[in-house]
């Protein structure tokens, strides 16, 4: 008998394509895009609203993608961020983005903090913080110690080869969400 | 424990009067003193790129401006550019269509600057063939070059002149006669120095027609102008975007080019290392030489002071507070392969006077003092420092001591007053330090003294009936069993050993001092 998730804390909502596996940690209305990849130990938390990932997204091992209410504020408004298509999360990296574009990556322990808007083809470097509320112009690099900003004329591409290969390798060794069937939502949850 | 590895910590201080790590320092054997980089003197052995680990000769190297050819440098944040492959481009008659072929560019991982952000056109083979931006002021520099060349030159050719001229006069017989009275060349011997002096006239006039020519590169002089270019119309209206700005550090970067603009960044050939062997400067003897091989990372000779100095490290990190004494233990190890006698002594460094005392025994080790050169950058010492009293004796270095039951202690007569623990070749020690002010760092410092044991090839007989060499003022009058030497004196080649006393100065960082002894408990 395959695992399930908590209904009771979390509603995944997967495309069919998308390679989800279940080790992850996942809070709230998440709906994840085709495609899509998420590592065993990626945490994924819609505290403050839904959070909808695009197709063609890589979300590795230890990233964190949180749609964080801010402090004090009315527990009745709901924010949905929504995450664009072919974005890499890379290891251990935290981002709190207001609205995440397409053709991003954000590297390995770089944390990009709430009220950053990150448009379409950038590049957060690894360890770097992005903390003040900001809107990222496409194609901007973020990179090194001292947090140097450059312009990149093309945008990263796109993991197919690695999503392709994540995509046939992950099955074998985890569990996966599956994608819910439209006729019986009643059925998967039954015990409940 | 990041404090054992911390090399700045525990210091020594080097025969120059330098402070350094006991990795920053060497020992020279042949004056059985600590030299550092300071007191040595550097020769460079060989130029190599640290990125295709390739070697190159100096004349090259200084063609090519100590540049490797074939690896690059990010012009944007410095890290090494690696070469990308991607197969499938634009077919160059039909841009629509893209034709499978295999196509280089360069791009670094650090900043994502790729060799397609500036055009610079992709590469059909994977290295080499990368265009090279001219300098603008090549031709000017060029010109200037030659025309100081020439000018060299004709320095050259005066001097040259001179001293022919000078040599002329010396054979001014010769010279008489050839001028004067042809019948004289009966004599043999003048006729001889008269085709020498001929032929020396001769060498003279074939310099004097180039010399006279003037130069034949004509410099234009360099032009001074009040005016100074104006700044562009737009730089008052248009906004700065910084991301296409080039950084102090960019422009530098490329000399010859300074591109304001992060679009003209061209990728930038790698700096060449250095492999340098290092030479005493007192005996001439190598006491760091590399192997040849830039891939190698070994040495031929490594006369590292962690050979041969005893390795003084603080055990842990105490916590320090005003008036309040604190027991610092540190570990003693040899790291050679002789007993090794051993005493800690206080470390007067204000004394400029050497003072001796003769009557001084091991164990009961009065002042004593060493001279230190007065443009050494001590800090200021703890004064109130009770060292372990008496002598302590270092086992050999055992490479084999870690598998096998470490008894050896057994056979040291240790006073648990000095020595707090005995393992293989390390002992332990506690020296106990009252601070007297607040700051953030204190220091102390001690002298230490041990018998090293140098064993040396010599080539001469006869020379080890030489006392020990001596270090410091106190050295041979130390008490420390620095008796006669021990190797054999015969007439062939033959390793000989002596035991010298070594007194080498330390000085340990032990970190802030807090206020009080309430404040540091809590």
Same mark, same amino acid.
């Given at each position: 008998?395959?695992?399930?998730?908590?209904?009771?804390?979390?509603?995944?909502?997967?495309?069919?394509?998308?390679?989800?596996?279940?080790?992850?940690?996942?809070?709230?209305?998440?709906?994840?895009?085709?495609?899509?990849?998420?590592?065993?130990?990626?945490?994924?938390?819609?505290?403050?609203?839904?959070?909808?990932?695009?197709?063609?997204?890589?979300?590795?091992?230890?990233?964190?993608?949180?749609?964080?209410?801010?402090?004090?504020?009315?527990?009745?408004?709901?924010?949905?961020?929504?995450?664009?298509?072919?974005?890499?999360?890379?290891?251990?990296?935290?981002?709190?983005?207001?609205?995440?574009?397409?053709?991003?990556?954000?590297?390995?322990?770089?944390?990009?903090?709430?009220?950053?808007?990150?448009?379409?083809?950038?590049?957060?470097?690894?360890?770097?913080?992005?903390?003040?509320?900001?809107?990222?112009?496409?194609?901007?690099?973020?990179?090194?110690?001292?947090?140097?900003?450059?312009?990149?004329?093309?945008?990263?591409?796109?993991?197919?080869?690695?999503?392709?290969?994540?995509?046939?390798?992950?099955?074998?060794?985890?569990?996966?969400?599956?994608?819910?069937?439209?006729?019986?939502?009643?059925?998967?949850?039954?015990?409940? | 424990?990041?404090?054992?590895?911390?090399?700045?910590?525990?210091?020594?201080?080097?025969?120059?009067?330098?402070?350094?790590?006991?990795?920053?320092?060497?020992?020279?054997?042949?004056?059985?003193?600590?030299?550092?980089?300071?007191?040595?003197?550097?020769?460079?052995?060989?130029?190599?790129?640290?990125?295709?680990?390739?070697?190159?000769?100096?004349?090259?190297?200084?063609?090519?401006?100590?540049?490797?050819?074939?690896?690059?440098?990010?012009?944007?944040?410095?890290?090494?550019?690696?070469?990308?492959?991607?197969?499938?481009?634009?077919?160059?008659?039909?841009?629509?269509?893209?034709?499978?072929?295999?196509?280089?560019?360069?791009?670094?991982?650090?900043?994502?600057?790729?060799?397609?952000?500036?055009?610079?056109?992709?590469?059909?083979?994977?290295?080499?063939?990368?265009?090279?931006?001219?300098?603008?002021?090549?031709?000017?520099?060029?010109?200037?070059?030659?025309?100081?060349?020439?000018?060299?030159?004709?320095?050259?050719?005066?001097?040259?002149?001179?001293?022919?001229?000078?040599?002329?006069?010396?054979?001014?017989?010769?010279?008489?006669?050839?001028?004067?009275?042809?019948?004289?060349?009966?004599?043999?011997?003048?006729?001889?120095?008269?085709?020498?002096?001929?032929?020396?006239?001769?060498?003279?006039?074939?310099?004097?027609?180039?010399?006279?020519?003037?130069?034949?590169?004509?410099?234009?002089?360099?032009?001074?102008?009040?005016?100074?270019?104006?700044?562009?119309?737009?730089?008052?209206?248009?906004?700065?975007?910084?991301?296409?700005?080039?950084?102090?550090?960019?422009?530098?970067?490329?000399?010859?080019?300074?591109?304001?603009?992060?679009?003209?960044?061209?990728?930038?050939?790698?700096?060449?290392?250095?492999?340098?062997?290092?030479?005493?400067?007192?005996?001439?003897?190598?006491?760091?030489?590399?192997?040849?091989?830039?891939?190698?990372?070994?040495?031929?000779?490594?006369?590292?002071?962690?050979?041969?100095?005893?390795?003084?490290?603080?055990?842990?990190?105490?916590?320090?507070?005003?008036?309040?004494?604190?027991?610092?233990?540190?570990?003693?190890?040899?790291?050679?392969?002789?007993?090794?006698?051993?005493?800690?002594?206080?470390?007067?460094?204000?004394? $400029?006077?050497?003072? =001796?005392? @003769?009557?001084?025994?091991? &164990? +009961?080790? %009065? *002042?004593?003092?060493?001279?230190?050169?007065?443009?050494?950058?001590?800090?200021?010492?703890?004064?109130?420092?009770?060292?372990?009293?008496?002598?302590?004796?270092?086992?050999?270095?055992?490479?084999?001591?870690?598998?096998?039951?470490?008894?050896?202690?057994?056979?040291?007569?240790?006073?648990?007053?000095?020595?707090?623990?005995?393992?293989?070749?390390?002992?332990?020690?506690?020296?106990?330090?009252?601070?007297?002010?607040?700051?953030?760092?204190?220091?102390?410092?001690?002298?230490?003294?041990?018998?090293? $044991?140098?064993?040396? =090839?010599? @080539?001469?007989?006869?020379? &080890? +009936?030489? %006392? *020990?060499?001596?270090?410091?003022?106190?050295?041979?009058?130390?008490?420390?069993?620095?008796?006669?030497?021990?190797?054999?004196?015969?007439?062939?080649?033959?390793?000989?050993?002596?035991?010298?006393?070594?007194?080498?100065?330390?000085?340990?960082?032990?970190?802030?001092?807090?206020?009080?002894?309430?404040?540091?408990?809590?």
């Amino acid at each position: 008998m395959a695992k399930q998730l908590d209904p009771s804390v979390c509603n995944v909502t997967v495309a069919a394509g998308a390679t989800v596996c279940l080790e992850g940690d996942f809070i709230g209305e998440i709906t994840i895009g085709a495609r899509t990849v998420v590592h065993p130990k990626a945490r994924i938390i819609a505290e403050a609203g839904p959070i909808i990932i695009g197709e063609g997204n890589l979300i590795e091992e230890q990233a964190q993608i949180i749609n964080r209410r801010p402090e004090g504020s009315d527990d009745s408004i709901q924010r949905t961020l929504n995450i664009g298509h072919n974005n890499v999360f890379e290891v251990d990296c935290l981002v709190e983005a207001e609205s995440i574009g397409d053709n991003n990556v954000f590297e390995a322990k770089s944390r990009v903090g709430r009220g950053v808007t990150v448009s379409r083809g950038c590049v957060v470097g690894s360890l770097c913080t992005l903390t003040c509320p900001q809107v990222l112009a496409e194609n901007s690099v973020v990179y090194g110690s001292d947090h140097l900003r450059r312009h990149q004329h093309e945008r990263p591409v796109v993991q197919a080869l690695q999503l392709e290969f994540l995509n046939k390798v992950l099955p074998n060794f985890h569990y996966l969400v599956k994608p819910k069937k439209k006729s019986a939502p009643a059925a998967a949850v039954p015990s409940s | 424990m990041a404090h054992l590895f911390d090399a700045n910590l525990v210091r020594l201080l080097c025969s120059c009067g330098l402070m350094k790590p006991i990795t920053g320092i060497y020992f020279c054997r042949h004056c059985v003193k600590l030299r550092c980089s300071n007191c040595v003197s550097h020769e460079l052995d060989m130029r190599y790129c640290p990125n295709c680990l390739e070697n190159m000769p100096a004349p090259e190297a200084r063609l090519k401006k100590n540049r490797c050819g074939n690896c690059f440098d990010c012009p944007s944040c410095g890290q090494s550019l690696s070469t990308r492959l991607s197969i499938q481009s634009p077919d160059p008659e039909q841009p629509s269509r893209s034709i499978q072929r295999k196509l280089y560019f360069l791009s670094c991982s650090g900043c994502r600057w790729t060799s397609r952000d500036v055009n610079i056109p992709d590469q059909t083979v994977a290295t080499g063939g990368w265009p090279e931006q001219e300098p603008p002021n090549k031709e000017r520099i060029l010109s200037l070059l030659e025309h100081y060349r020439a000018v060299a030159l004709r320095d050259k050719m005066d001097r040259e002149r001179k001293k022919q001229a000078a040599a002329r006069v010396k054979k001014s017989p010769a010279s008489f006669l050839r001028s004067g009275d042809a019948g004289a060349d009966k004599l043999s011997s003048v006729s001889s120095s008269l085709a020498s002096a001929k032929k020396s006239l001769a060498a003279i006039n074939t310099y004097a027609h180039k010399g006279d020519t003037p130069l034949t590169s004509q410099l234009t002089p360099a032009e001074a102008s009040e005016e100074v270019e104006g700044l562009p119309d737009d730089i008052f209206t248009e906004p700065v975007v910084l991301a296409q700005v080039c950084s102090v550090e960019q422009r530098l970067r490329s000399p010859e080019q300074q591109p304001s603009q992060s679009s003209s960044l061209y990728p930038l050939h790698k700096h060449m290392l250095v492999k340098r062997s290092l030479r005493c400067r007192h005996c001439e003897h190598n006491l760091s030489k590399p192997e040849y091989n830039p891939s190698s990372i070994k040495f031929k000779i490594q006369l590292g002071a962690y050979y041969h100095v005893p390795d003084v490290r603080l055990v842990r990190p105490v916590p320090l507070s005003v008036g309040q004494e604190a027991r610092v233990e540190l570990s003693l190890c040899n790291p050679t392969p002789h007993l090794m006698p051993l005493a800690l002594l206080p470390f007067l460094p204000h004394l $400029t006077t050497a003072h =001796i005392d @003769a009557g001084v025994t091991a &164990s +009961s080790p %009065g *002042p004593r003092f060493i001279e230190v050169p007065t443009e050494s950058c001590l800090p200021e010492l703890c004064t109130s420092v009770t060292l372990p009293q008496g002598q302590l004796l270092l086992a050999p270095r055992d490479d084999t001591a870690e598998y096998g039951d470490a008894d050896a202690h057994n056979s040291f007569k240790d006073d648990p007053q000095v020595v707090t623990w005995r393992r293989a070749n390390k002992v332990g020690v506690t020296v106990c330090v009252t601070p007297e002010a607040v700051t953030d760092a204190l220091y102390i410092g001690f002298l230490l003294r041990y018998d090293y $044991t140098n064993n040396m =090839i010599s @080539a001469s007989s006869g020379l &080890s +009936s030489v %006392g *020990p060499v001596s270090l410091g003022p106190s050295a041979d009058l130390s008490s420390l069993g620095s008796g006669p030497p021990s190797g054999p004196s015969s007439l062939t080649p033959s390793v000989e050993s002596r035991t010298v006393t070594l007194n080498v100065p330390v000085i340990i960082k032990l970190g802030a001092v807090s206020a009080s002894a309430s404040e540091s408990t809590a």
